[in-house]
Structures are given as C-alpha cells and as structure tokens.
C-alpha cells in the first residue's frame, strides 16, 4: 500500500551543518505516528521540510506517492497535507469563525472570489460550524482570536489545520504550554480525530506520545535513530539513554 | 470559559448572519455618503476643494488596499496615480476628450504597471519594499521628465482638453461637474473596494497581513493574492490621478513627485489604516487643515502638518486607529469595525 | 430630467455667486496673488509679496473709489494647486485680478481660467515666451528669456566670441533661452554647442567637465534664479574662468537676491537683463531704499520688480477703466508705459507682453557689495519670439 | 577622464560621510530615520551662520557643525526615537517624515528659503594640475577629510571596547544588558556620533550641493540609496555603495545626461530585488 507520506534520503545542510542527515522515513495511512527525539535533533527542520518551508539538499518527499519535494506550501495544503505549529501562529484580530471559514473557503477555491460577502455560502458556513462543535469552539466563535484563554487557542490551532481537510496532520508539539486544567480537553479532541487523517504527532511529552501514538520514531542528529511500536520504544535502552540523557541536561 | 454542552453555542443560521452582519451597510454609513451627497447641492463654493478630497480619499484607499488590508508598505504610490494623470491627460489630448473611456484607460494603464511592479514587493521586509517602491515612483518620474515630447516635460502636460461628461455635462469653472463626477467615481469605487475587502478574498488578505506563515499553511496562494490586490490599488490610484487630470486639465510631474507619496501616506495615517473610510477621513482633514493652516501662514503650513504627525506617531497611531475604528464602527454599523466580541448569546434552545 | 435639475442647480449656484460678486465689486477690487512661498522656488515669492506689498504701502490701497484688497496664496509651485487656488480665488473670493505665477508650468496651467473667467491675469515673474499667448487675458510685467538672450548673443558675437557652449536647465524658459541665444549667436556667424542641466540637479561638475573638454570661447548660461550661486562656485572651482572661457549668462544667474553670497567668483561675469538693483536712477534708488527698508535689508531683483510694476499697471489699469475688471481692464493695459525702477517700460498693445530696455552688465564691487553694473543699454526690447512671428 | 573619476570619487566620499549615519541607525538599531538628512542640514547651516554672520573661519567650524548636530541627535534621540525603537518601519518612517518637514519649516522660517554660500578660504579654492589629472582642491580636501573618517571608524568599530559593545548590543541587546553593557548609552553615543557625522558632512557639502531648507529631502533618497544598496551589516559596504554612486552619478550626467538618474534608480531597484541585504553585505 502507498504510504501517506514518505521521504527518501531526505538531506538539509545549513552550510557545514547537517540538520536533517539522510532521513527515510513513511507514515502509512490512517497511522497515529510520533517522531520524538532530544532537543536539537532536527524535529523542527523536518517539519519545515514537509511542508515546504525550506528546500531541502537533496533527497525527495511523496505524498501518497506523488512527488511534492519542490511544491510550495500552500500547493501542498492543498493536496492534502496540513500542520499544526509549536508556537501559536493565529490571526488575533480574527474571530475563531473568521479563521475557520478562511481555511474552508480557501480549500472549497472560493478565496479567490472577491465579490461575495464572506459568509453568504451556507455550504461553507455549515462546515464551519461543524469543525467548531468537533474542537469544541462553538461558544467562543465571535471572540476575537487574542482574547480567548490559551486551551482554546491551541484548539483554534489544531481546528485550522483540520479545516483544511487534510490527508496527512501534522501537529507540532499541540499540548505544550497548556495548563493541566485545559490539557484533558485538548487530548480528548486530538484523540478523536478520524481515523482516515494519518498523523505525523512530534511530541515532547511522553505521556502524550504513549497515549495517543501506535508507532513511534525517534530523531538523534538529524538522522532517524529507530523506530517501532511504543512497546519497543519503551522498551529501547538506547532511546532511553539518548532520552534520558538529554532530560537530564535539560 | 468553562465547557459548555454543544447546546448553548451558535446555530448555522446565527452564524450566517452574524457573518454577513459585518458587510452589511450601517446607519452611519449611509448618512456619511449623504452628507457627502448632500455637499454637491449646499456648499458649491467649496466644490474646487471637494473634488481634490475626492480624489485625495480615492487615492488613499487605494493604498489602504494594500496597506491596511494586506500589509504592504509602500512609499512610491504617486507612481500609479501619476501614471494614471499622464496617461488620461495624453488621451485626452491625443485620442478623445471622453472623461470615462480616458478613466478606465488611465485604470487599466496603472494596473498593467501595478501588475509588472508586483512581483518587486512580494520579497523583502518592510524597508525593502518602502526602498522598492519609491524606487519604482523615482523611475517613472524621471521617464515622465525625460520624455517631455510625451508628456510636456517639466513644463506639464498643457492643453488638456475634456469633453463634456456622458456627453452632456459640461466642465465648469465652479467645478460642479468635477466634484460630481469625482464624487460619484469615489463612491462606487468605493462600494466595490467595500465589497473586496468583506468578501473570501479580503479575509484572506488580512490573514496574509497578520501572519502570513499561517495563511501559506492554510493553503492561501500568498504570492497570487498580493499581485491581485496590488494590482487593484494601482488601478485605483491611477482611476485618482486620472481624475485630477481630467478636472483640472493639467498635468505635470509633481503628480509622480515623492511628496504625493508621502501626502497619501499622511493622510491615510491620520484617517486610521485598514477600515477604508479612514482614507475619506483623512482626505478630508488633511485638505481643511491645510486649507486653513496655509491661509493663516502659508509659509509655514508645513511644519504643523509635520508636528501633527510626530504627535500621532507618538502617542500610538494604532491605538488611535483602533479608537477611530471602534468609532466608526457604532456609527457605520458593524461594517467597518475589526472583530468586536460578540454579545453574549447564552441559553438558546 | 437630471440634466435640466443639474443645470438649473448649476446657473443658480452662478447666479448667486455672480450677484454676489456684483455687490462686494463697488466697494472693493480683490487681487489674488498667488506665488511659491514655500519649496524650492519660495524666495521668488517672497521677493514679489514685499514689492507688492511695498508698492500698495506707497501708494495706498485706494483706487477709482475702489479699495484694492490683496490675497496671497501659496501655490508651493505646484501647477495644478497654482490651478486650483486660481480657481478657488475667482469663483469664491471673487478676484478682479489674479496675478503672481513663479514659473512657467504655473501660469500655462492657469491661464485656460483666465480665459474662461475673463480675468486679467498679470504675470510677474514666469518667462517662457508663449506664456502671453495662452490666454488673451494674460499680461506680463516680468519679462521674456529670448528677450534677455539674444541681446547677449549679439554683444557677444560683436566683441570677438566665436565659439559658445551653452548650459541651459532644462525646461521651457531653459530652452527657449537656448534657442534664442543660438539662433541669434549662429546667424551672426558663431558656433555654438548646446547642453541641458535636469531641472533639479545638485552638481553641475559634469557638464562644466564637458564645458571643459570642448574649450569654448564663451559659456551662455541659463538656469533659475537661485541655482545661479552654486553654478557660479563650480564654473570657478574647475578653473573654467581661469581657462580663457568667459562666462556670459542671463541676469538670472547673477540674480541681486544671492549675488552678494556669491563672493569673488562671480566677478567680471557678463550677462544681459532688464533688471539691476544697482540701476542708476531716481526711481530706482528710491524703490531700491524701501524695498531694504520694509525686508530687513534684503536687496529687491527682478523678481520684485516685476510684482512693483504688476501692482503698478494694475492700479493705473484701474484708474484707466474707473474701477471696471475684466476685458476693460485688460484693454486699459495695454499700451500703457511708465518708468519703472528698471527704466522706461511699456505694455505692447499687440502681444500683451512688456517691452523694455535690456542692459549688459558685469558683476563689480560697490561699496563692499557685490553689484550688478550696467555698461550698456539695447532700447525698447521687444520678445524677440513673438516679433518673429509676427514679422 | 581621470577628472571625471576624482570627481565621482570626492562625491561619494561626501555621501558617505552623510550617509554613514544612517547606516548605524538603519543596520544597527533598526530605525529608519528619514530625518537624518535634517540634521546634515543643521550642520550645513550651522557653518554658514557661523561663517558669514560671525566671521569664524571655515575650519573652525567643521568641529561645531559636527558638535551641534551631534548634541542636538543625542537629545531627540533620549527624548523622542528612544521610544520608537520597538514600532514597526512604518511608524518610524512617519515620524522621521514630520521631523523633517517640521524642519524644513522651522529653518524656511528662522533662515529664509534661500541658498545658503559660503566663502572657502582662498587655499582651498581653485585646482592643481596633478600628473596632467585637473584636481580640484576643496574636493581633494573633501577626499582626505573623508578618508580619514572612514578609517577611524573602521578602526572604531572594529578594534575598541566602544566598537565590540556596540556591535554585542546590536546582536542581542538583551545578552548586551545581562553582560553589564548599558545598552540605551552605547544607542544613544552612536546615535549622536551617526548625527554628527552627518552635519560634519552637511557643513562639508554646502559648498558643492548647495544649502537650502529642502536640503533633507533632496538628498534622502541619496542616503536611502547608499545605505540599502551598501547594506546595513558593515561601513564598507556603504562605502563601495557610496563611492559607486558618487562616480556612477557623475560619469552617469558626463556621458548619458539623459538617463544618468534613471540609471542609478533601476540600479537600485535590481539590487533590492536580487539582494535584499545589499549589494556589499555577507549574507547573515
């Protein structure tokens, strides 16, 4: 079967650093995938590289096996693959419904449409409303976007990618920095993503990885260390020193 | 904020209209364009100085297309006004006196250059595209200087002749005609810069402005979207400095000069940025206050221009601009406001 | 239906502004002066507003039973504000004159109203040629650039130059100075090179490099009053003077406002105008006095002189026509003459454009100051472009 | 030829002095300060105030027209740009814009709107014939008092306590401040050093580009030009910048009168598009 997303021999220099060294690495479809590794392993730049932020060196990504290495990101949203971002990256001035019904619009090819008034297409709208309830915004949907509390926003931020209908997730880190009391919600919503969205989860916390992931890679170096279920993981003595190490230098 | 059961949030239906509630026309609006309206019938004595804040506020909502609403800086849009004025001015003189044929030319000349400068200000930060675009108004300025065969040089572009308006109104020295026919230009230009600006395509503008990481990552083609509407605002700049040159039959190379670059800047700053009547506003003020400083001291008008913008610029132009908005918005309706807290809509069925 | 409600509100709005200005037209005779008194060209405006105001200080502000009430507005010499102040100043304030324009852009963009409004429109300082035949309304008190640039062709063809480059800004007055100065140089057998300064331009060393290179006998020069100075610094500094090029000009560049500032560089420089503030005569020394007098000092130019004597026809103008505008006035105009601080001038019933002695003159010290001095007078100058045509 | 050379060079050598202010404000603090053209002016009229109501000689002033723009950049800069430093580009370029039309005003008022001349002494006028090259003595001065200043900042800034702070600060003024550097005083001297310079040049260049109270904004886009074209990173950058200007514009109106100006525009325009950092800077 044609896996959602795979790399091959994916490479990015930066100068004389290599930042991502020669990764191969598939998510198969509807997979609940993590890739996790220590700080500076390279997470983050391989983000970047699927989705198209940066050119990588030398190697090629597919989603569901057709070549998007020189696509630029917003071709690939379009084509079905969507991320989530570390930091909040929201429109503040926006209400929750603005920014979902951007991202709807956008996907249904009416952003272009410059005469309509927003809003004017039920189709749309019932869809907005839709994701809203799914990520459980629905009663703050005419907040603006910097007043809501920060729970909310990373649901805001998990609910934009999904809105963009996406074959492949990608969430970066989505639990970090929420308060404990906000955490369940947040959990419970990422845990009942459909089961035909593959997810790339790359996490930081290991309770969450263990929660939510059936395989799990882990990133040392830029390179892919290993990679196995989360039993294996868990039981890898090498992961855990990589990872403990790194803890305890943290 | 608690967890609220499915129950108590919006339906579709609330949802719909809360959204079209924000492109709908307010009261305030409407009396706005009255008042505006009324102008044409109960001050013919100002008509002269009407249909240059007319054309002022045409011209500042053109950048407020780019710069409220998409966030381009720019510090050369004199270029497509000007090119605007010389290319109706030549028409004028060259093909035929028609005011709205020469109009649309002059828009679709400015646009085509719009289009071709695009692609200069997609890259770069803020100061690349300031350098950028007031390089771009310094280029064609020196062409309008050097090709003087054309456009008459430094001495301007003389003997403009204009037709009579649908073939019927004749220019008149009063400046009725000018006013009305710029009024009307401004207001259904403005009618569809409304309607950009509320539709899918203005909303992803924004969301370009205000974090353009995210809207590539939502799938929004940011490149093509900024060429659009570049390429609308130069329209409508050079449908302004067609304008001028048709109801002032003259033109000459101060309408590409940096200072008029600089003056729309001006005048969209103290309207307020990003809710298109903030251009209107401006135009306005700025032209009474000149009116009325340089008639007190015509030397030295400039300097109280010049202090009134260190003073917006530090108390906090976009806190005023918020306020103006916030303003503008009880009296406009809710149009022209940034996304205000809805109120509160608890235990619907 | 829309178009007779659109035009009944248009001849009302007329009317009432026509009645209007029938009522204030016994008492008083508005002159709109509208000049640059701020940007790049401000000292013209300057010059002019204290001559105009000097003059109606001396002679009162009363004429033919009428108060002459003066409006100055500032046009930053930009043509389509000139236009639209113009405007504004007949159709709301109701001006039976307007007058001033520091450049030539200025008064061509104006001069369709005049036309239009029939209003005199009296040009002080703008001095392209065409400027009087844009309008039938226009008079001027300034003065032409052929009409300063051909007499120094011909003394500079009589005293043994043969080969001239000329340096010009450009832009009308620029080349129409060109163009009279080397059609009159080549007619009477001389050589001439021809060279354009952008308008706005902070260094001449190029071109007086090129000046340099082609080693002419004489270099003719043009380029607005106020530029003059930093011209004059380089011509020196690049050691033209010293190179056997005599330097030969128009009295714009030589203008009285910067002459003094200008140091020994500008010494022994020939050029041909129609104004010097060293001119010797009663009326000018008296004019001359007051004008320091009443500006701290400041020495009157052509500039000035041309708002005194704009102010001058005007008010003789009304005296003429007993207070009435319009044609009247204009008509009253033309042919008038009277010794001005510059000397004998007249208004040319014909083109509406002055004419007036030209002198040459060299750059000499008075008394410590830098001078204009008049060595030689060519009487009764006419435009030169316009008696070619006409001939 | 080679005149024609020595002239572009004695140009560009001006601008730089003129620009390089703008330079540190724009590269090192990030601030587009549109008005740095208004305190070149201060320096030019302190000269000619200086020169023709009190007589003091021509040298003697360099240093106050150095001295007084530098005083006066200092207290705008503890009272007024301070508080800018975090607003967007927009902003700043508002503000400068009013500062210099406030001065254009204040200077039209208090001076008149005419050029402003000043009387070189007598041995720095006139040109020597140098290996049959006619050279003009003010601009060799210009030259050699240009020369020296580049040098001196360079040294400045590369080999003193003062240059490393300063370029520590500028790298992460937050680092800086944690290292016990005090940041707002190292801002604040370069500020007044960068005012200064301009004045000194504004006093330097009366002479050859004229002095008049729209001095600001005819030269801007000059220093605009040689700052983003040399780019912000390093003073040799807008050094080459402003010497390639200098000779471009003056070989530009020697061979091609027509089209000098929109060569130099276009110039601009590619390199900005092509390099955004400049065409001398090393990609950061």
Redesign the interface.
């Known amino acids: 079967m044609t896996p959602a997303l795979e790399t091959i021999g994916l490479q990015k220099r930066f100068g004389g650093l290599t930042a991502t060294d020669n990764v191969s690495f598939r998510l198969e479809k509807g997979a609940r995938h993590a890739l996790i590794g220590p700080n500076g392993a390279g997470k983050t730049t391989f983000i970047n590289l699927l989705?198209g932020?940066i050119p990588p060196t030398s190697g090629r990504i597919l989603l569901e096996g057709a070549d998007i290495t020189r696509l630029?990101?917003?071709?690939r949203?379009?084509r079905g693959l969507?991320?989530t971002?570390q930091i909040n990256?929201?429109?503040?001035?926006?209400?929750p419904?603005?920014?979902l019904?951007?991202?709807v619009?956008?996907?249904k090819g009416?952003?272009?449409?410059?005469?309509?008034?927003?809003?004017?297409d039920?189709e749309i709208?019932?869809e907005?409303?839709g994701i809203?309830?799914r990520f459980?915004l629905?009663?703050?949907?005419?907040?603006?976007t910097s007043?809501?509390?920060y729970g909310?926003q990373r649901l805001l931020e998990i609910a934009?990618?999904f809105?963009?209908e996406p074959r492949v997730l990608l969430l970066d880190e989505p639990a970090a920095g929420v308060p404990e009391a906000e955490r369940h919600?947040l959990l419970a919503t990422v845990a009942a993503l459909p089961r035909d969205v593959s997810v790339l989860l790359i996490e930081h916390d290991m309770d969450l990885v263990f929660s939510f992931a059936e395989r799990i890679s882990v990133l040392v170096n830029g390179g892919l260390f290993t990679e196995g279920t989360v039993d294996e993981i868990a039981a890898d003595p090498r992961v855990r020193a990589v990872y403990l190490g790194e803890s305890v230098d943290e | 904020m608690q967890d609220k059961p499915f129950m108590s949030s919006l339906t579709t239906d609330e949802v719909a209209t809360s959204l079209r509630r924000k492109g709908r026309w307010g009261l305030g609006e409407v009396l706005f364009w009255l008042a505006a309206a009324a102008t044409l019938f109960f001050l013919p004595e100002r008509h002269l100085i009407l249909n240059e804040i007319a054309i002022i506020g045409l011209f500042a909502v053109s950048l407020d297309l780019i710069l409220g609403y998409a966030g381009i800086v720019s510090l050369g849009h004199a270029a497509f006004f000007g090119v605007g004025a010389y290319v109706a001015g030549i028409f004028a003189k060259e093909m035929t006196g028609d005011p709205l044929t020469g109009l649309a030319v002059a828009g679709v000349a400015a646009a085509l250059l719009g289009f071709a400068t695009s692609f200069l200000v997609l890259r770069g930060a803020d100061l690349t595209r300031l350098m950028v675009t007031l390089g771009v108004a310094l280029v064609a300025g020196e062409i309008a200087n050097q090709a003087s065969w054309l456009t008459g040089g430094a001495d301007g572009l003389q003997g403009i002749m204009m037709g009579p308006l649908l073939g019927m109104f004749e220019f008149d020295i009063f400046g009725t005609t000018a006013y009305a026919y710029s009024l009307v230009v401004l207001f259904v230009l403005f009618v569809v810069a409304r309607r950009i600006v509320h539709s899918p395509f203005g909303l992803s503008l924004r969301s370009i402005r205000d974090n353009s990481l995210r809207a590539r990552a939502v799938g929004i083609p940011v490149n093509r979207r900024l060429v659009a509407i570049y390429t609308i605002s130069a329209a409508y700049a050079g449908i302004a400095g067609g304008l001028l040159a048709q109801t002032t039959q003259f033109v000459s190379l101060d309408v590409l000069a940096f200072h008029r670059s600089a003056d729309v800047l001006l005048v969209l700053v103290i309207g307020g940025v990003g809710y298109l009547y903030g251009g209107l506003i401006g135009a306005v003020i700025f032209k009474v206050l000149q009116d009325i400083l340089s008639s007190m001291t015509p030397q030295y008008w400039q300097f109280w221009i010049g202090l009134i913008l260190v003073v917006l610029v530090l108390a906090g132009r976009e806190r005023l601009t918020e306020r103006a908005r916030f303003l503008a918005g009880r009296l406009f309706g809710r149009s022209a406001g940034a996304p205000r807290t809805a109120p509160a809509r608890e235990g619907r069925p | 239906m829309l178009r007779r409600t659109f035009v009944g509100i248009v001849s009302a709005a007329a009317l009432t502004l026509g009645l209007g200005g029938a009522v204030s037209a016994q008492e008083t005779m508005k002159v709109g002066l509208i000049l640059p008194m701020t940007g790049p060209f401000a000292s013209t405006g300057r010059q002019i507003e204290a001559a105009a105001k000097l003059y109606m200080q001396q002679n009162g502000d009363t004429v033919a039973g009428k108060k002459i009430q003066l409006i100055v507005k500032d046009d930053t010499g930009v043509a389509d504000v000139t236009k639209r102040l113009a405007q504004e100043l007949i159709v709301n304030d109701k001006v039976g004159v307007i007058a001033g324009f520091g450049l030539t852009p200025l008064a061509l963009a104006t001069a369709p109203l005049a036309t239009q409004a029939k209003v005199p429109a009296v040009v002080m300082a703008a001095a392209t040629s065409t400027i009087t035949e844009a309008s039938p309304f226009i008079v001027r008190t300034s003065g032409t650039l052929p009409q300063n640039a051909m007499p120094m062709a011909e003394w500079a063809s009589q005293n043994g130059i043969k080969k001239v480059v000329t340096l010009v800004s450009d832009y009308g007055p620029g080349i129409d100075a060109e163009k009279a100065f080397s059609g009159a140089f080549t007619k009477a057998g001389g050589q001439v090179e021809n060279l354009r300064v952008p308008l706005q331009n902070p260094d001449f060393s190029p071109f007086l490099q090129k000046v340099a290179d082609a080693k002419p006998d004489a270099l003719f020069v043009f380029v607005p009053s106020g530029v003059g100075a930093q011209f004059m610094k380089q011509f020196v500094e690049r050691g033209l003077d010293k190179g056997g090029i005599k330097l030969i000009a128009t009295g714009d560049v030589t203008d009285d406002d910067i002459l003094n500032g200008m140091g020994d560089v500008a010494l022994g420089t020939i050029t041909t105008h129609y104004y010097s503030a060293a001119h010797d005569s009663p009326e000018n020394k008296a004019f001359v006095d007051a004008f320091k007098k009443a500006n701290n000092g400041m020495r009157p130019n052509f500039m000035a002189v041309g708002g005194y004597d704009g102010m001058h026809l005007i008010y003789e103008g009304l005296k003429k026509t007993n207070g009435a505008g319009g044609q009247a006035l204009v008509d009253a105009m033309k042919g008038m003459s009277w010794t001005s601080p510059r000397g004998p001038i007249t208004i040319d019933p014909q083109t509406r454009d002055i004419i007036q002695n030209v002198y040459v003159r060299k750059v000499e010290r008075v008394n410590g100051e830098l001078y204009n001095v008049e060595f030689a007078t060519i009487e009764d100058v006419k435009d030169p472009v316009k008696a070619a045509k006409s001939n | 030829m080679l005149t024609i050379l020595f002239d572009g060079v004695a140009y560009g050598m001006l601008l730089f002095v003129l620009a390089c202010g703008l330079a540190v404000t724009l590269g090192l603090m990030n601030f587009v300060n549109l008005a740095h053209g208004a305190f070149a002016m201060a320096g030019g009229y302190i000269t000619a105030v200086l020169m023709n109501r009190y007589g003091v000689p021509f040298l003697l002033t360099l240093p106050l027209a150095f001295i007084g723009p530098a005083l006066l950049g200092l207290v705008l800069e503890r009272t007024l740009y301070v508080q800018l430093y975090a607003r967007s580009h927009l902003d700043q370029v508002l503000f400068s814009i009013g500062l210099v039309f406030m001065a254009v005003a204040a200077i039209d008022y208090t001076m008149g709107s005419q050029q402003q001349l000043i009387q070189l002494p007598g041995w720095l006028q006139g040109r020597v014939d140098v290996l049959g090259v006619q050279v003009g003595l003010y601009r060799s001065f210009i030259i050699g008092v240009c020369g020296v200043l580049v040098i001196a900042l360079q040294l400045i800034l590369t080999r003193t306590r003062f240059g490393s702070r300063l370029r520590a600060a500028v790298d992460d003024p937050r680092v800086a401040r944690g290292l016990g550097i005090n940041v707002s005083a190292i801002f604040a001297t370069t500020f007044a050093v960068g005012s200064g310079l301009a004045g000194l040049g504004g006093a330097l260049g009366a002479e050859i580009l004229g002095l008049d109270p729209t001095f600001p904004l005819k030269f801007m886009i000059y220093f605009l030009i040689v700052v983003t074209v040399g780019g912000t990173t390093s003073i040799t950058g807008p050094f080459l910048a402003s010497l390639l200007l200098g000779i471009a514009d003056v070989a530009g109106k020697y061979y091609l009168p027509d089209f000098g100006a929109f060569i130099i525009y276009t110039l601009m325009i590619v390199v900005l598009v092509l390099r955004p950092q400049g065409l001398f800077a090393h990609g950061r």
């Open positions: 989705t932020v630029c990101p917003e071709l949203v379009q969507a991320r971002f990256q929201l429109f503040p001035a926006m209400t419904l603005e920014t019904g951007l991202a619009s956008e996907r009416s952003g272009r449409d410059w005469w309509r008034v927003f809003g004017s039920r709208v019932d907005v409303v809203a309830q459980r629905a009663d703050v949907l005419d907040e603006r007043n809501l509390p909310k934009v990618a809105a963009c919600e």
